[in-house]
């Protein structure tokens, strides 16, 4: 079993990574709680709302925190904002390894951070594809473009799907459907209490999933209310999304393919009198190999899968 205790909130000070999600721990709190823990570790910490837990991980931070007393945790606003817990309130804290940390090893080396994001129901034509919907200030924060597949984690699973801009026609046939049947989409500002975290009632951004990815990340298994409530199928939840630095990656080439194609062709152009017929049928395979990337890349992008 994890190392976990209940801790009070506070908020972070000079903050080790300010492109992380923080968690800091006084050494005291470390040392009688999670001993095992070290600089750097991941933490899962929960918080309840009527009945459903809500989780997601952050990055302990065990350095300059003297302003914590033993029992305390400094966790950042978005991280408060994520769970809906004020400065003062009690929540639970886990010493545990998150579902996947191979997903996110290029992402540190390119230096970019994940976005915090609030799960809403997909709308028509999305269900039943892989693809998720987030705003294009998401994108821009992420650093990708339509198109481009993100890694979504929640506090169970992770998974990729291609990201998609959130439109205005699609907030219009979501905002449609929350008039016609208010009960089935709860308001996350009111169902965690965020109006009560700071001046703003803004929560974080919005990702659409549709059911099977918000079962796929085994989001409506932290509700334990004793009734069937929309809290079940896994909407409010918070979740880490992270740009898939493959598919990025993949993007940078499609985009070279006409440079690239030049230069193939310069080259033989320029050194024809010193390459011999097998240089030449190598440098004309590549070229082809970066043509069939790029169609295959701009099929791919082209649909929904």
Same mark, same amino acid.
């Given at each position: ?5 209940? *801790? #009070?909130?506070? $908020?972070?000070?000079?903050? /080790? ?8 721990? $006084? ?9 095992? *823990?070290?600089?750097?570790? %991941? ?8 009945? #459903?837990?809500?989780?997601?991980? &952050?990055?302990?931070? *065990? ?8 029992? @305390?945790? &400094? ?14 309130? $009690? ?7 998150? %579902? ?22 997909? +709308?028509?034509?999305?269900? &039943? ?6 705003? @294009? ?7 990708? #473009? ?9 506090? @169970? ?9 959130? =439109?205005?026609? +699609?907030?219009? =046939?979501?905002?449609?459907?929350? /008039? ?25 951004? @919005?990702?659409?999933?549709d059911a099977e990815r918000r079962n796929e990340l085994k989001l409506g298994q932290q509700s334990n209310a004793d009734d069937s409530t929309p809290l079940d199928s896994g909407v409010c939840q918070p979740v880490k999304v992270t740009r898939n630095a493959t598919s990025v990656y993949i993007r940078s080439l499609n985009e070279s393919t006409v440079p690239v194609i030049a230069g193939l062709l310069a080259t033989i152009f320029v050194f024809d009198p010193w390459l011999n017929s097998e240089g030449k049928v190598a440098i004309v395979v590549l070229g082809v190999l970066f043509?069939?990337? $790029?169609?295959?890349?701009? +099929? =791919?992008?082209? #649909?929904? &899968?």
């Open positions: 079993m994890p190392d976990s205790a209940a *801790l #009070t909130v506070r $908020s972070t000070k000079d903050w /080790e990574w300010p492109n992380s999600y923080n968690i800091q721990l $006084s050494p005291d709190t470390r040392r009688n709680n999670f001993p095992a *823990l070290s600089h750097g570790d %991941p933490l899962r910490i929960e918080a309840e709302h009527n009945g #459903t837990t809500f989780a997601i991980f &952050g990055k302990a931070d *065990l350095r300059n925190v003297t302003h914590l007393d033993p029992g @305390e945790i &400094g966790i950042g606003s978005n991280l408060r904002y994520a769970l809906g817990v004020p400065t003062g309130e $009690s929540i639970q804290v886990f010493d545990r390894t998150p %579902p996947d940390h191979r997903t996110k090893r290029l992402d540190h080396v390119f230096g970019k951070r994940p976005v915090l994001c609030r799960v809403r129901k997909s +709308v028509h034509p999305d269900i &039943g594809f892989n693809v998720c919907r987030i705003s @294009e200030t998401t994108m821009d924060a992420l650093g990708i #473009t339509a198109g481009d597949r993100v890694v979504i984690e929640s506090a @169970e699973e992770s998974t990729k799907l291609k990201a998609l801009p959130l =439109r205005d026609e +699609v907030t219009g =046939r979501k905002n449609q459907q929350i /008039e016609q049947n208010p009960d089935r989409y709860p308001d996350p500002v009111d169902v965690l209490g965020i109006r009560g975290l700071a001046e703003t009632d803004v929560d974080i951004p @919005e990702i659409y999933l043509i069939l990337l $790029s169609i295959w890349y701009r +099929v =791919r992008r082209q #649909t929904f &899968g």
